[in-house]
């Protein structure tokens, strides 16, 4: 089995697409190869493709929650994007609501709402957050 | 209650967890569980074989197909360990409780998506943890 998924840059996002079963030691490796390529690249946004995730469990979802935490340490914002209509329902009855994840339909309304953010932040304004 | 077909899987490390949720999808499949049918079990089947292997220290998983009548078919799902064992189960089946480092969803979780659900444990003899869905 594989052992490591490929972040692809594009200008100031990085691009993630889950292409296989994630084991749990995929899913970790996912999360730390991320917060280094984030502060490598000075990454401003990650979007996450899930569209071929037959199943997110409890695992896979407390790394997406990690991901999406830590990126907004680092200032960055994260999307996930194309969970299948199977996999949201059975999430909410297993309890996992994903607090804090902003997800989108497929990776172009994806990159469209991560370009909101990013051109959102203004630069001199206060931190309010 | 006839069961029609029957299998076991060891649950040692991560590719065995995978191993597991795969050959329960196709089980399921060939069930004609609906595709949510389906993601429901395979989902439960993960948050199982993972306690398994996290907390029980590895053991095993039984699939076994089950029809009533002609018509109701199930899929049941044994997880069996020789680990620790679980000292207060209704502790253990809180929303939220956790000795690890996860969310203390898995077996929550994993009874709200089976029809039925049957745990046994013993400390210092194992787990025992048994689900069906049926369709
Ligand atoms: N097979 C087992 N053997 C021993 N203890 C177990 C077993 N399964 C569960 N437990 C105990 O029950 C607790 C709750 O399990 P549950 O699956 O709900 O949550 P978790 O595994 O801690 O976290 P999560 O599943 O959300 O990642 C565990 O933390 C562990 O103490
Ligand atoms: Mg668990």
């Given amino acids: 089995m594989a052992d490591r998924i490929p972040i692809l840059r594009m200008g100031d996002c990085l691009l993630v697409s889950v292409q296989v079963e994630m084991h749990d030691q995929l899913a970790l490796t996912l999360q730390n190869d991320l917060t280094e390529k984030i502060v490598a690249a000075r990454a401003k946004g990650v979007l996450i493709d899930i569209s071929v995730l037959e199943m997110v469990d409890s695992f896979i979802g407390r790394m997406l929650g990690n991901i999406a935490s830590m990126s907004k340490v680092l200032d960055a914002e994260t999307v996930v994007v194309g969970m299948q209509p199977a996999v949201a329902i059975t999430l909410v009855e297993l309890g996992m609501e994903l607090p804090g994840i902003r997800t989108a339909l497929d990776v172009e309304s994806g990159m469209e709402l991560i370009r909101e953010l990013i051109d959102g932040q203004d630069p001199d304004a206060d931190d309010q957050d | ?135």
């Fill in chain 2, 1 to 135: 209650m006839p069961t029609i077909k029957t299998d076991a899987l060891p649950i040692r490390s991560d590719e065995d967890v995978v191993r597991v949720r795969q050959k329960v999808r196709q089980w399921a499949t060939e069930l004609s569980f609906s595709l949510v049918e389906q993601t429901k079990v395979v989902t439960a089947a993960s948050e199982l074989a993972r306690n398994t292997l996290v907390h029980g220290g590895g053991g095993e998983v039984t699939l076994e197909t089950l029809a009533e009548g002609t018509k109701r078919k199930g899929l049941r799902l044994t997880f069996q360990d020789r680990g620790p064992g679980i000292p207060n189960i209704e502790r253990a089946m809180t929303e939220g409780y956790t000795t690890g480092d996860g969310l203390g969803l898995g077996l929550s979780g994993a009874r709200r998506l089976s029809s039925e659900f049957d745990i046994h444990s013993e400390v210092g003899v194992g787990t025992s943890v048994t689900i069906t869905r049926w369709k």
